[in-house]
């Protein structure tokens, strides 16, 4: 089978298309038919990262046909139609490759009707999305219509992936849904997504156009630029609110304004995807399997998410035009469905 792989980190001209065996699945484990891989942020930082094996293959993300499993695995059968979660994560298997083998947990049936490209969106944005929803105090832990009934989110950077999940998921949740942006082209692409409100955090005045719509500010903050943001998040987090920092976009050291944060009981919460509780897991997975099911999440440029597709063979540009901050989803087309 065809596969990308790379046994020297360093930019994206490591990547190297291979021949290798089709792996055979052992107990408990699947194997899938990937037809899309897809691209985040997380797989060109790993890729000029360290190499923890002697050749790994990148993409975490993807979304293929269930074409052989294992002993005890009970979920899934030949021929399902499955996404897939965490495939490079301690493991030297990625998803830019024809076949690919997990742990079952890590393949998740896809509806009818929910493309292949959709299920290789998800993994770790959504499940990224899904976290920072539920860390408030008091909950609630888990997602589903009218969870987040009454509660107002605000996503820094809703044109983002990670952004565009998290409008997503909190409407369908039914929070109220505030989301930033740098320009009009984000602003239609996040109202695509279902955000009520978009400001402009490059021009006027952000926290006052936050608050005209929010008066109590958000309870809930999904953060990808902390520092930046620290004082826009201080001026419109609700009390008892929680800014859900998931990545550091724009600088790695925050400076923040401990008395207005302090007064209202602002807790701060750091995400990282992969080292999240097994629950918590667990219930993202569950969740955003739901969500798909009830067709709230949805992708492509009426979704707020535009679609950019690259051939398996050119690989290292899908991982260039995300490491150069493309607006959309970058898959990898790695098999005919
Ligand atoms: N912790 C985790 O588990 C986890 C999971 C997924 C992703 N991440 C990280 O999260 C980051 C985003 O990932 P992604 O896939 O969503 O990338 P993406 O699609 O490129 O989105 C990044 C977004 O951040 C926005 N942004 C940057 N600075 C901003 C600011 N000061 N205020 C508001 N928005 C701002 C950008 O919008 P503008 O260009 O318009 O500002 C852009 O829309 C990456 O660093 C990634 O590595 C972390």
């Known amino acids: ?33 990937v037809v899309r891989s897809g691209v985040n942020p997380t797989d060109w930082k790993a890729r000029r990262g360290a190499l923890s094996h002697a050749e790994a293959v990148p993409n975490q993300d993807g979304a293929g ?26 493991r030297p298997d990625g998803t830019a490759q024809e076949h690919v083998v997990l742990p079952e947990r890590q393949v998740v049936p896809l509806p009818d009707g929910a493309s292949l490209d959709l299920g290789a969106s998800l993994g770790i944005p959504a499940l990224t999305a899904h976290r920072c929803l539920t860390v408030a105090d008091g909950g609630p832990d888990r997602l589903a219509p009218g969870a987040l009934d009454g509660r107002t989110v605000l996503v820094a950077g809703g044109a983002g992936a990670v952004g565009n999940a998290a409008i997503q998921l909190a409407r369908w949740a039914g929070a109220t849904v505030v989301a930033t942006v740098s320009g009009p082209e984000k602003a239609a692409l996040a109202r ?29 903050v999904v953060e990808v630029a902390p520092a930046p943001n620290a004082a826009l998040d201080a001026a419109v987090t609700a009390p008892q609110g929680v800014v859900a920092v998931y990545a550091n976009n724009g600088g790695d050291e925050v400076t ?20 999240v509780t097994a629950a918590a897991k667990d219930a993202a997975v569950a969740d955003v399997r739901a969500a798909v099911e009830a067709g709230a999440l949805r992708v492509g440029e ?14 290292a540009d899908a991982h260039d035009a995300v490491e150069s901050g493309v607006v959309g989803k970058v898959l990898v087309d790695v098999a005919p469905e």
């Not at 089978?1 to 291979?18: C, E, F, N």
């Not at 302090?262 to 992969?274: K, S």
């Open 1 to 33: 089978m065809r596969a990308i792989v790379y046994s020297q980190t360093g930019d994206s001209g490591v990547l190297r298309l291979a021949e290798r065996p089709v792996p055979e699945p052992g107990p408990g484990e699947v194997r899938v038919r």
């Open 65 to 90: 046909i269930v074409d052989a499993t294992g002993p005890g695995v009970t979920g899934v059968a030949r021929g399902d139609r499955v996404w897939l979660w965490e495939a490079a994560w301690g």
């Open 192 to 220: 695509a997504a279902g955000a009520h409100h978009v400001v402009n955090y490059r021009t006027g005045d952000p926290a006052a156009e936050i608050r005209a719509v929010a008066p109590e500010g958000a309870d809930i």
């Open 256 to 275: 923040l304004p401990v008395r207005a944060l302090l007064t209202r009981n602002v807790r701060y919460h750091f995400v990282l995807v992969y080292t």
């Open 302 to 315: 009426e979704a707020g998410l535009p679609l950019h597709h690259f051939p398996l063979e050119r690989t």
